[in-house]
């Protein structure tokens, strides 16, 4: 039987495996990457709870904390020290009231100091102007343990 005879007998056989050899090819691809990502984001997330409890917090499930923040922080790292956030953040830092009885708090350092550890660990380019913008706030022990 002659190459070509054979070729054009079993077209399609030769066409189907290269087509799955292909595919196959693209998902272990895309498997890879996703598996890599995933244990990025579950050593930065026990990285943070490390961090945390050494801090004196309470341990946190680090398949939550990889779930929420992945390999980049989410929406934390965009920018947390533009203007337009640094409000958002300081009316999340009041008395919980609405309209004129909404009143800023006196917060307790510790909770800034977790914020710190986020961006320590997720985006630490951005830290120093972090740390500027929380050495302006007024804190004290609020929160007894």
Not at 4 to 32: D, K, N, P, Q
Not at 51 to 66: E, H, M, Q, S, T
Request: glycine share 8%; net charge neutral; with cysteine.
């Amino acid at each position: 039987m002659s190459p070509t005879r054979m070729w054009s007998e079993h077209r399609w056989i030769y066409i189907g495996a290269i087509v799955v050899l292909v595919a196959m090819m693209i998902i272990g691809l895309f498997t890879y990457t996703q598996q890599r990502n995933t244990n990025e984001a579950y050593r930065k997330a026990n990285q943070l709870n490390d961090a945390l409890v050494a801090n004196g917090f309470a341990a946190r499930n680090p398949n939550n904390i990889a779930n929420t923040l992945g390999t980049d922080g989410g929406p934390i790292c965009e920018d947390p020290n533009s203007s337009l956030r640094r409000g958002l953040w300081l009316v999340q830092l009041a008395n919980g009231a609405g309209g004129p009885g909404m009143r800023p708090v006196i917060v307790d350092k510790r909770i800034l100091e977790a914020g710190a550890e986020v961006i320590k660990v997720y985006c630490p380019d951005v830290l120093a102007g972090y740390q500027e913008k929380i050495n302006d706030l007024k804190t004290s022990d609020t929160v007894n343990d």
